[in-house]
């Protein structure tokens, strides 16, 4: 098993967090500006959200070749969204029943920012996974062996124009070849 794109190098695992605290604070001001919520509620959904959205897609890493076929793969996507939306939906059910008819209005921008940020983390992942493939299995390269022909023919057919020349082996003296033209010389 190849190690996670993240934890290669500490590069990556700060380019990790900057795109998780990104992601944050853009669904954060989706939620405030286009949700109508209240800012520090939509502060906790977002890092509630986008946290469990990071969290599986560290994991996707892992089950990738477990999930060989599209439906697979679009099944546990669409498993990630609704835990989300069911962790976030229980804790503001627990803190607050007031934000709950706000938060089904929300329901389609979840999907729709949870859904494009989980499409661009597995193409991400897709790359790595084919780039690593690629890299592993270096194509063998096998030249057919030529075949030798014991046939011996006794004549050669010209197309001169329209008309067709049949000439026989005794006939010939010489073949002059010249790229893709081929001169016969007879008696």
């Known amino acids: 098993m190849t190690i996670h794109p993240v934890l290669e190098s500490s590069?990556?695992?700060?380019?990790?967090?900057i795109v998780v605290l990104l992601a944050m604070?853009?669904?954060?001001?989706?939620l405030v500006c286009y949700g109508d919520t209240y800012t520090f509620w939509a502060l906790a959904?977002?890092?509630?959200?986008?946290?469990l959205l990071s969290l599986a897609g560290f994991l996707y890493w892992?089950?990738?070749?477990?999930?060989?076929?599209?439906?697979?793969?679009?099944?546990?996507?669409?498993?990630?969204?609704?835990?989300?939306?069911?962790?976030?939906?229980?804790?503001l059910l627990i803190f607050g029943s007031d934000l709950l008819p706000g938060f089904s209005a929300n329901i389609p921008l979840?999907?729709?920012?949870?859904?494009?940020?989980?499409?661009?983390?597995?193409?991400?992942y897709h790359g790595l996974w084919q780039s690593a493939l690629s890299e592993s299995e270096e194509p063998e390269v096998t030249l057919p062996e030529p075949e030798e022909s014991h046939e011996i023919i006794d004549r050669i057919s010209v197309?001169?124009?329209?008309?067709?020349?049949?000439?026989q082996r005794e006939e010939?003296?010489?073949?002059?070849?010249?790229?893709?033209?081929?001169?016969?010389?007879t008696a």
């Open 172 to 185: 010939l003296l010489c073949i002059r070849a010249c790229g893709d033209y081929v001169m016969l010389v």
């Open 62 to 91: 892992y089950m990738y070749n477990y999930l060989p076929t599209f439906y697979l793969q679009l099944a546990f996507a669409l498993l990630v969204q609704a835990i989300a939306l069911a962790v976030v939906y229980g804790y």
């Open 159 to 167: 197309k001169e124009g329209a008309r067709i020349h049949i000439i």
């Open 25 to 30: 604070f853009t669904f954060w001001m989706l």
């Open 11 to 17: 590069f990556f695992r700060i380019t990790g967090i």
């Open 45 to 51: 959904e977002s890092a509630t959200y986008v946290g």
């Open 110 to 124: 979840y999907l729709a920012f949870g859904l494009l940020c989980w499409l661009s983390l597995a193409l991400w």
